[in-house]
């Protein structure tokens, strides 16, 4: 089948002026939405669509049983039933033996590789373990792969192949003591001990002195002095961990033939793993997880092989994200653009990783792997966590904000003024006169006044006025305020016409139809 190459060309039409092209998908995708969102059946349904039509290959991890059926539709929907691959419950054969597959790839540099892998198990164990102890991780994981380097490469050389039952008989019949490693007894019962003997004088495989002088050191001088709890604890939890794939459907598919191989996804097969997390429990988290691991370190090293295999785009696709997740997700995420792998992660909520990861540094590690997904993709969430953290992605920006101010004053006033004078007084006077011949005379007056009189008055008022007064302030504010995320996006069904909405975030980008690096986007279920 043919597919897309050019990193430019279009996969999908996200507004009538914006598209999501093939270097966008090669940046990831990381969608959040809470349960009845619409994400899977929204903006999950049209990434999933482009992809197929685009001829993608790919590796589809499923936490549900439904999760096998829908890409059967998805598959049969966009012309790709025949690039279907399932591995597991229905897997009709497909079997993958993950040591003999590194080994045949790169010989004795390959026994590594084995490590790497057993440890993924190791992790993915305890990740599938609520009750396990967070408290010494670091301890017990170096410990573990101290006793893994001491262990593979011996029982390569010794018998030039690998398998968990050698590695769990090899490590269980290790010396209790310095004095045991060299008791007849002990030497012609250990497996570890006759092991060793093999790979030094007659190995299967060539095994350096120096190499076996230093592992025989360590078992004697090491690990046989360590307290006997330790060293306990330490053969029991690798024993715990691997003896999974010492029976059963694990053992069935990944420790017996190989019939598929993660570099048929470079050539258009869409492997979808049958081994739900729901109904396998944990063996189908581990096995998810080794199988993904394995699919990681192909895509990463196939820009070295030739350009047939290294051309086509694939994804990595995991819906319930979280039973996924490991310590390698991130280095992968931060690398795997130039290799033209596309992820796709879907979860509810920030929460949910917080709690799978466990250990003091859960948030740190969650937001490790996010901060390397480009595209964010936010449908309704009732998470207030997340939601908060959706809008601090976005961003602040300025914003003007409206101010009004309305006032209205009464008044009134009454008074009453009242007065009264009154005036009086009286004035009297006497007088005589003599004139030249001798007359007198002589007059005389009195009088008197009085008056009186009163004013009063009265006044009263009344006064009304009305103030109005605008403006606005600029702050920096959030684009989208937390709250939206639960109370406007819309969740699809019959209430919403099949219509179910989202923010699009993409970093680093401005989109044509909102002018901002997010786009407010409508999927049809």
Not at 87 to 103: D, K, Q, S, T, V
Not at 144 to 172: C, E, H, K
Not at 185 to 214: E, G
Not at 270 to 293: C, H, P, R, Y
């Amino acid at each position: 089948m043919s597919y897309v190459s050019d990193l430019d060309t279009p996969l999908l039409r996200i507004s009538a002026r914006d598209q999501f092209t093939l270097r966008d998908a090669c940046q990831g995708v990381h969608v959040f939405g809470g349960v009845g969102s619409g994400k899977t059946s929204g903006s999950g349904k049209a990434l999933a669509g482009a992809y197929l039509r685009a001829g993608f290959g790919g590796l589809v991890l499923a936490a549900k049983p439904d999760e096998v059926e829908l890409w059967m539709r998805y598959a049969r929907e966009n012309g790709r039933s025949n690039s279907l691959i399932i591995f597991g419950e229905r897997g009709r054969g497909a079997m993958f033996n993950f040591i003999a597959y590194e080994l045949a790839r790169q010989g004795a540099d390959g026994t590594g590789s084995v490590i790497e892998c057993l440890m993924r198990i190791i992790e993915a164990s305890r990740l599938a373990n609520p009750n396990a102890s967070k408290s010494s991780e670091p301890f017990w994981e170096d410990a573990m792969r101290q006793v893994l380097r001491n262990s593979v490469p011996v029982i390569y050389a010794a018998t030039g192949n690998v398998s968990i039952p050698d590695v769990i008989q090899f490590v269980s019949t290790a010396p209790n003591s310095p004095d045991q490693a060299h008791e007849e007894s002990w030497q012609r019962q250990s497996f570890m001990y006759q092991t060793l003997l093999k790979a030094s004088q007659k190995p299967v495989r060539p095994f350096n002195n120096d190499d076996y002088y230093k592992t025989a050191s360590y078992w004697e001088n090491e690990f046989a002095q360590l307290n006997a709890r330790t060293r306990t604890n330490i053969s029991i939890s690798l024993s715990a961990a691997l003896d999974r794939f010492n029976r059963g459907r694990l053992h069935r598919a990944f420790c017996t033939e190989t019939t598929i191989v993660p570099e048929l996804t470079f050539h258009g097969a869409i492997i979808v793993m049958d081994m739900s997390a729901l109904t396998w429990n944990e063996d189908g988290v581990i096995a998810q997880q080794l199988f993904k691991f394995m699919w990681q370190r192909a895509v990463l090293s196939r820009n070295g092989l030739h350009p047939r295999q290294r051309d086509r785009p694939v994804f990595l696709w995991a819906d319930e994200a979280q039973y996924f997740v490991n310590s390698f997700d991130a280095d992968f995420q931060s690398t795997c653009r130039s290799s033209r792998a596309c992820t796709v992660y879907l979860t509810q909520s920030l929460p949910t990783y917080y709690a799978k990861m466990g250990g003091e540094s859960a948030r740190d590690k969650a937001n490790m792997l996010l901060a390397n997904f480009v595209t964010k993709i936010f449908h309704n969430n009732a998470d207030p966590e997340t939601n908060r953290w959706a809008s601090e992605t976005i961003g602040r920006v300025i914003q003007r904000r409206g101010t009004y101010s309305e006032g209205e004053t009464y008044g009134r006033s009454r008074g009453l003024s009242q007065g009264e004078n009154t005036s009086w007084g009286s004035s009297s006077g006497h007088g005589s006169s003599t004139d030249g011949r001798g007359n007198l005379s002589s007059s005389s007056n009195s009088g008197s006044n009085r008056g009186g009189g009163e004013n009063w008055g009265r006044n009263r008022g009344t006064s009304t006025s009305e103030t109005t007064s605008g403006g606005y302030s600029e702050v920096m504010d959030f684009e989208i305020e937390a709250a939206d995320f639960g109370r406007v996006l819309r969740t699809g069904g019959r209430a919403n016409g099949g219509n179910v909405s989202a923010v699009w975030f993409q970093a680093g980008k401005v989109f044509e139809d909102s002018h901002r690096n997010y786009l407010l986007t409508r999927f049809v279920q």
